[in-house]
């Protein structure tokens, strides 16, 4: 199915903390048809200090009473002219929404199990995806990872859904102190092998150490990448990461359009 | 009533000047879910070697005012696979297909060249002597009026496809440039690719791209290109493809009353997909408001009367 360009409303703009804010955008269309893992590529619309649109998760889709799609929202850290801009947004700017783009999380159902891996901002994936595996009844942990325990989010809505959560931060403010991936590792070795699909979205070195302490364990792991984009269609080749699929040689692949997820196993890291 | 649209570049009619430029619209199938590919006047393909290309390590672009720079490093298929895989379902789609030919030697032009020529369903080749992000071939052969003709002679004896030598603006005069491409057997140029260009991070003083150069493309660049097509439209005879920065009906006017006869769109399509019939349906509304039936007509209309003062 085609992406739509929506000329979509901020209906909220939610600010977590000094960085972090939740934007609620009027693209119930886009809410529709998106799956766990796709991506929106975003601009304020009349901005003028940038030209691009910037590729984000659809990080909740919001629903009636009847349980309608009515709005997404998006994840969103200050980094630069345009994550500023979406941080000081206002209800009532209009903001272009094109999605959803991208290949989705494949989602497991029970006997196996399905771990979460995120990183900071990477949790932007992980609110759909815990539904979708909520609605399949498939048993789910979330091992969550950030700089202080005041960037921990949303811990209620995955409690909500019986979600398990483990916790890491840098600075031991809340959880274990340290990677997020120590925890996941330990948890692991008590694991047989192939029983657990592991879902990962964060910077890439957590990304790479995740889909390393997976391989060691012999379970499946799917990674979401996020690389610079110019136009999140497969058009520019602008969001390159190297793949290499079995015996073949690696080679530059769209993270667009061949990803943002992709087999963890496959990634050949810088 | 129905506005003609249509535009002639030598033998090729097209139903409208809006052609998507190379390296900005993939294979031309990535858009086919959001774009009708037989509606626009033609769709030109990623530059094509013989062989595939790896390209650049990214990060391969960086966004500066009011455009970008990029360092793709002309990551490609190769001709043969694009041959097999990707122009069947082109040609079945109905789309004009340019494509966007590279090489490292003269030769390789040829060659490549050749391989097109034989195969059904390509309605142009678009010689890339201009690419300023690979270290042989392009830009070398495009920077030197003896290279550009060199290029282009050799494959006009290799096809009896039209030709279109694709200029660099990174020239002091690029309508010499366009004189020597038409004097080798051109039947048309198109003109600029992208403007040799650098960003710094000065948080860390090191590169914004792994290349650290690139080429410089969107708004920022439009008011240069349109000057040089301007130039090259009073020095030679044959159509002129023009480019740089396009984003809507009233910028494409632009390039054509400058004596361009068609377009291409790159950076604006990154930012809206659905560009391409936003633009047609301001060029329908310009010959409508001006009382024109055919857009060709506007084709180096530009009057170069001075302005009228106004005064606040
Ligand atoms: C990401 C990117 C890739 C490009 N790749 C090619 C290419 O393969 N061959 C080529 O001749 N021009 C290439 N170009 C240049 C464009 O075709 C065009 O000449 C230039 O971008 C100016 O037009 P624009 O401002 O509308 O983008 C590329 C431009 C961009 C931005």
Redesign the interface.
């Known amino acids: 199915m085609p992406p739509l360009d929506v000329d979509a409303t901020v209906m909220a703009n939610r600010r977590l903390s000094r960085d972090y804010n939740v934007l609620t955008l009027s693209a119930a269309e886009i809410g529709t048809r998106t799956r766990a893992g796709q991506f929106v590529m975003v601009r304020p619309t009349g901005m003028t200090e940038t030209l691009l649109r910037r590729p984000f998760s659809v990080f909740e889709i919001v629903r009636d009473a009847r349980g309608a799609p009515i709005a997404i929202t998006i994840l969103n850290k200050r980094a630069g002219r345009t994550t500023n801009r979406l941080y000081e947004a206002e209800p009532g700017d209009r903001i272009a929404c094109l999605g959803p783009l991208g290949r989705p999380f494949t989602a497991v159902s029970a006997p196996s199990e399905a771990w979460m891996v995120a990183g900071g901002v990477g949790l932007a994936p992980f609110a759909t995806l815990a539904e979708a595996l909520a609605a399949a009844g498939t048993p789910t942990t979330l091992f969550y990872g950030a700089r202080s325990g005041q960037e921990l989010f949303h811990l209620d809505f995955f409690d909500r859904l019986g979600v398990t959560l483990v916790l890491a931060t840098e600075d031991g403010s809340r959880g274990e102190r340290g990677r997020v991936t120590q925890p996941l590792d330990r948890a692991l070795a008590s694991r047989a092998p192939g029983s657990t699909m592991i879902y990962a979205c964060g910077p890439e070195p957590m990304l790479a150490a995740v889909a390393e302490v997976a391989g060691r364990h012999q379970q499946p792991c799917e990674v979401s990448v996020e690389r610079t984009m110019g136009c999140g269609m497969g058009g520019c080749y602008s969001c390159v990461i190297r793949v290499r699929h079995g015996a073949e040689a690696a080679r530059f692949v769209r993270s667009c359009i061949s990803g943002p997820v992709f087999d963890g196993a496959e990634i050949v890291w810088d | 009533m129905a506005r003609d649209l249509s535009v002639r570049i030598g033998s090729l009619e097209l139903p409208n000047p809006l052609i998507a430029a190379s ?4 294979y031309g199938l ?2 086919d ?2 774009v009708d590919l037989s509606a626009l006047g033609g769709v030109c393909v ?1 530059g094509l070697f013989m062989t595939e290309r ?2 650049h ?7 500066t ?4 720079i ?1 360092a ?1 490093g002309l ?1 490609g298929i190769g001709v043969h696979r694009f041959v097999r895989e990707k122009l069947p379902l082109l040609r079945e789609r109905g789309a004009r297909v340019f494509v966007n030919v590279c090489g490292t030697t003269v030769d390789e032009y040829v060659e490549v060249s050749k391989v097109l020529s034989q195969a059904a369903g390509v309605s142009a080749l678009e010689l890339n002597i201009s690419c300023p992000n690979i270290k042989e071939g392009g830009i070398q052969f495009g920077c030197s009026l003896m290279g550009t003709s060199a290029v282009v002679s050799a494959v006009r004896k290799a096809t009896h496809l039209p030709i279109i030598p694709k200029l660099t603006p990174n020239v002091t005069d690029v309508a010499s440039f366009a004189r020597a491409a038409e004097d080798a057997g051109a039947d048309a140029v198109s003109l600029v690719n992208t403007f040799l260009a650098m960003a710094i991070d000065v948080e860390t003083r090191r590169p914004t791209i792994t290349n650290v150069l690139g080429g410089l493309s ?2 920022a660049i439009r008011p240069i290109a349109v000057r040089m097509v301007w130039e090259c439209a009073q020095d030679v005879k044959i159509p002129i493809i023009g480019m740089g920065g396009i984003t809507n009906a009233r910028d494409t006017l632009e390039f054509l009353l400058a004596g361009a006869t068609a377009v291409q769109i790159g ?1 604006a ?6 560009v391409w019939s936003k633009v047609l349906a301001g060029l329908e509304d310009y010959l409508e408001r001006h009382g024109i039936d055919r857009l060709s007509d506007l084709i180096g209309a530009f009057d170069p009367t001075p302005p009228t003062a106004v005064h606040a």
Do not use: H
């Not at chain 2, 390590?57 to 966004?63: A, N, S, T, Y």
């Not at chain 2, 005012?65 to 970008?68: K, T």
């Open positions: 390296g900005c619209f993939g990535e858009y879910e959001v990623k790896e390209g390590p990214p990060p391969r672009i960086v966004e005012p009011a455009g970008m990029n793709i990551q969107g708004p950076t399509n990154f930012v809206d997909p659905f």
